[in-house]
């Protein structure tokens, strides 16, 4: 469904909303317990995964897709 990208291949509007959702994340949660990664969903979507850290490693916590205009749409726990 997801797969991985390269912050290099996201383009410069992409990874600006990429960040941008980064740092809503980590105001609303705290940036010691979330790690993100781009990712697009099977429609070719932006959209960040986030993790968890935790003593076992990283677990996959959340998607967020990323709207056109910049706005998160609607978390899908995982």
Request: with cysteine.
């Amino acid at each position: 469904m997801n797969r991985a990208v390269g912050a290099e291949t996201l383009t410069d509007v992409e990874r600006q909303r990429f960040v941008e959702t980064i740092d809503k994340a980590r105001a609303l949660l705290g940036s010691q317990f979330i790690f993100s990664a781009p990712i697009r969903d099977a429609t070719d979507r932006l959209c960040e995964v986030r993790f968890y850290k935790d003593s076992g490693g990283q677990q996959p916590l959340a998607v967020v897709r990323i709207a056109e205009d910049g706005s998160l749409l609607p978390v899908e726990r995982l």
